[in-house]
């Protein structure tokens, strides 16, 4: 099992061991676990001493995020950005938060991004108390995401700025990618908002004026990613009818010329077909320059009909 631990007295931060962490004392205790969940649940039971429904929420394997107040703490669930490779269809890891007065404790099966840049703000001794800390993920977790947003936005806008028949397929698969991306995100990003909002309104003495400011700040941060992420899931849609509206147009174009030449051969394959017929009594068969007539008049049938499209416009199609 691996993880660790921070201790915080009078504004000091100092690293614990994991097996010295639930005996420490102080404004703030921090316990940090990344292990599977058989091991979570031994420890977690016998050495921190948490009662089983705790560790249920901790250690559970289907997660979304929400806040719920138990007692005198809170169960808090949030979904940030790990570096390590995510199914399409759920980009986010889970951070699982068990919160009462002095003393917090974590659980990830992924590293996410946001674990080492708290670890920082604990480190630099802005973390004080367990509002702080709480404070300190859920600022972490969506200035994290924010980036990853705003670039699915850019791309999209370069593929609409792109939006060609030449680069059809490309921009498919690409247009596609960024709306799978959006809807993994918004699907976290609204129950993540909820969740930050009610624990900004919990009662209790661990969460300060500042911090419930700080957790409303985060909460509309998400609100605000949520909204941009349905734009870019309903522009990608709007582009993807576009691109199939161009592929669409690029098959009618090369119909039309396989139309047009067609519409050309056909009568000179059927007066080739006619005089090259192996029978007797074809006009002109022994004449010396009915070949020479027979190619001019094809020449002729070709550049009328050719000549005939194009009084009509349809090169111009």
């Not at 919160?99 to 404790?105: F, S, T």
């Not at 709480?134 to 939006?163: H, K, Q, S, W």
């Not at 051969?265 to 006619?274: A, H, N, Q, R, V």
């Amino acid at each position: 099992m691996s993880g660790f631990g921070f201790k915080v007295a009078d504004g000091v931060a100092s690293r614990l061991a994991v097996e010295a962490a639930p005996a420490a004392s102080g404004d703030l205790v921090w316990v940090h676990l990344s292990t599977t969940e058989d091991e979570a649940q031994a420890w977690l039971r016998n050495e921190a001493g948490l009662e089983s429904y705790v560790i249920d929420a901790l250690t559970a394997t289907e997660t979304r995020p929400r806040c719920e107040a138990v007692g005198e703490g809170a169960f808090l669930n949030l979904r940030g950005r790990t570096n390590e490779e995510m199914d399409s269809s759920d980009l986010l890891a889970s951070l699982r938060i068990w919160v009462v007065k002095g003393r917090v404790y974590s659980l990830t099966r992924k590293p996410l991004v946001a674990i080492s840049l708290v670890e920082k703000e604990v480190e630099a001794g802005r973390v004080r108390d367990p509002g702080d800390l709480i404070t300190a993920f859920a600022t972490a977790i969506t200035t994290d995401l924010d980036p990853e947003v705003a670039a699915l936005g850019d791309e999209l806008d370069d593929c609409e700025e792109r939006l060609d028949a030449k680069h059809v397929f490309a921009l498919r698969r690409t247009v596609s990618e960024v709306r799978v991306a959006a809807i993994s995100y918004r699907r976290f990003l609204n129950p993540q908002r909820a969740a930050l909002e009610k624990l900004a309104a919990l009662p209790g003495d661990w969460l300060r004026d500042d911090d419930r400011l700080h957790l409303a700040a985060a909460a509309d941060r998400a609100a605000r990613m949520a909204e941009e992420l349905e734009s870019i899931r309903e522009r990608s849609a709007l582009t993807h009818e576009a691109l199939t509206d161009l592929r669409a147009e690029q098959i009618d174009n090369r119909s039309l010329i396989i139309s047009v030449a067609a519409m050309v051969f056909l009568p000179l394959t059927f007066l080739t077909g006619l005089y090259g017929m192996n029978v007797k009594g074809l006009p002109f068969a022994e004449e010396p320059w009915a070949f020479d007539a027979i190619a001019g008049g094809c020449l002729v049938i070709a550049l009328g009909i050719v000549i005939y499209f194009v009084q009509r416009h349809w090169f111009e199609r």
